[in-house]
């Protein structure tokens, strides 16, 4: 058997097990008798800390998810005879309960990490809108092992990519108003939540006003942001065992009253904790090339002479309503290439993460680049009879456009052209703010088309807080132009446009580029 054949039924072996999901009891472990052995019994934990709410400024993008790392922390009642300390972890997410996230990772790995007898705390990483418990026993050198501590459990804020604002309107990550603009009450929701109440933190001040809050079809309460002077305060409501629903925000003040708050945490009962699901998961291995290596002593490696992907940035959709993208290669080797790896990468509402390889003798492709603001990148290798490899060539990637009007809240602007533009000028379906995407991007550049001519303005562009630049469209004569404004750092968001005149500004087709340099695995499941 080559190495190769044996690679492939190692691949097919590891993809049967890839996910293992078993009903498992989290009841405590009682502490072991104590041995014959000479070895000192393993101690108690004498105190645990864990930051029960973690703040919305905490909270960072890593590419694909929202995600804080709070330290769980643990004191012993001595550290004679410790051989190591077992973390157990248990994660609260929307509509359920697992135990198997590993504590200093990000995916769903064991049930149960061992850290050294030198070691006292894990800062594991926990997702906006999840819960997070974490549990801790001591084992000796001759593997007795000490009682658990009690959970302690910490929760993270809801942020863009759980609490859909509705017909509310997020001024940022975590920062969101309600409003009643008469017509409806414009709620504010997230998606499906297993909770039994929340924690808000709402902005008071004499211009603010009340809010009901609901789990589903149940009323939590009624908040009220109205205050004399200026400040915030937290408020928790919740009932006594879990519901299951939408948690929604819905202003009932007047429009000249909204409400505020800039942090919300779903709370669920800890009930559960005794009978969660074990999720094991491993991603898929390399795919290997389409034929197997001969036996040669031939060691030089092919070479790519050619690789184009193009358009980079088309503007036309063809028949089948995709972007008509061709994806050609070429290599040479000493020999002769038997075949070409092609590997991809997505990026758009993500940082760009991987998305597989396969192995191909062909020198063209065709590549579907459909969802409006999304990015397919590809890159290839050669390879020959003998398995060996050519370096990969770059990444190269062509990109949707975001399309006027219809993926932005503003309403239409003017037809200019024979063609429809956003108007940054317009009154948008969020109580009058500028003109913003209805969805959320990860954006390092963005290329964007506008009209220039002597009735148009500037405006600023951001993505959430990251200022891009400014584009000015006043010219002396007619036309249209495009631009590359790049920002200091990726930013994740809605993408605005803020006018800073009074003139109009009109913007066409906008392509969102992503930081070329992560590479990221996709985002955990938060079903």
């Given at each position: 058997m080559s190495w190769i054949s044996a690679a492939r039924g190692a691949r097919k072996m590891r993809l049967v097990g890839a996910v293992a999901l078993v009903s498992a009891v989290l009841t405590p472990v009682a502490t072991s008798a104590p041995s014959a052995s000479a070895d000192t019994a393993p101690p108690s934990i004498a105190s645990t800390s864990y930051p029960k709410f973690v703040e919305s400024s905490s909270m960072r993008w890593r590419g694909t998810h929202w995600s804080a790392t709070p330290s769980f922390r643990?004191?012993?009642?001595?550290?004679?005879?410790?051989a190591k300390y077992q973390v157990q972890t248990w994660h609260g997410k929307r509509r359920g309960s697992m135990v198997g996230m590993d504590s200093l990772g990000s995916g769903?790995?064991?049930?149960?990490?061992?850290?050294?007898?030198?070691?006292?705390?894990?800062?594991?990483?926990i997702y906006s809108g999840d819960q997070v418990c974490r549990r801790v026993r001591a084992v000796n050198s001759a593997g007795t092992?000490?009682?658990w501590s009690g959970w302690k459990c910490s929760y993270a804020p809801l942020g863009t990519e759980e609490f859909e604002p509705g017909y509310g309107f997020d001024n940022g990550v975590f920062d969101y108003y309600a409003r009643n603009n008469g017509a409806s009450n414009n709620p504010m929701r997230s998606a499906s939540y297993l909770a039994k109440g929340v924690r808000v933190k709402v902005r008071t001040g004499p211009k603010y006003g009340k809010a009901r809050i609901l789990v589903g079809s149940t009323l939590l309460g009624t908040v009220s942001g109205y205050a004399s002077k200026s400040g915030y305060k937290v408020v928790t409501l919740q009932k006594s065992a879990n519901l299951t629903g939408a948690i929604k925000v819905r202003a009932i003040s007047d429009d000249s009253r909204p409400f505020r708050f800039v942090g919300l945490w779903a709370l669920r009962a800890t009930a559960p904790l005794g009978s969660s699901r074990v999720v094991t998961w491993r991603s898929p291995s390399e795919l290997w090339p389409v034929t197997d290596p001969v036996e040669s002593s031939d060691t030089t490696r092919p070479k790519m002479t050619g690789f184009s992907l193009s358009p980079t940035f088309p503007t036309t959709r063809n028949s089948n309503g995709f972007y008509s993208v061709k994806a050609s290669w070429?290599?040479?080797?000493?020999?002769?290439?038997?075949?070409?790896?092609?590997?991809?990468?997505?990026?758009?509402?993500?940082?760009y993460y991987d998305g597989g390889s396969g192995a191909t003798t062909s020198t063209s492709?065709?590549?579907?680049?459909?969802?409006a603001g999304s990015a397919t990148c590809h890159r290839v290798r050669a390879f020959d009879a003998a398995g060996n490899f050519s370096p990969w060539t770059s990444w190269k990637c062509s990109h949707a456009p975001l399309i006027p009007i219809s993926d932005w809240t503003a309403s239409a602007g003017p037809a200019v052209a024979g063609k429809a533009w956003t108007s940054v000028r317009?009154?948008?379906?969020?109580?009058h703010r500028p003109a913003r995407t209805r969805d959320r991007y990860s954006a390092k550049k963005l290329r964007i088309q506008y009209r220039v001519g002597p009735r148009w303005g500037r405006a600023k562009v951001y993505v959430s807080g990251t200022y891009f630049g400014t584009i000015n469209a006043y010219s002396s004569t007619v036309g249209t132009k495009w631009v590359t404004l790049t920002a200091t750092r990726e930013a994740h968001e809605r993408i605005r446009f803020v006018p800073v005149t009074t003139k109009d500004v009109l913007i066409g087709k906008v392509?969102?580029?992503?930081d070329p340099a992560k590479n990221l695995p996709p985002a955990p499941t938060r079903g």
């Open positions: 643990w004191t012993p009642t001595t550290t004679a005879g410790v769903y790995q064991s049930t149960v990490a061992n850290y050294p007898a030198s070691r006292t705390s894990v800062a594991g990483h092992v000490g009682r070429r290599g040479s080797d000493n020999v002769k290439v038997t075949g070409y790896e092609v590997a991809t990468k997505h990026g758009g509402s993500t940082s492709m065709p590549v579907i680049v459909d969802w317009m009154l948008d379906d969020y109580y392509f969102v580029i992503p």
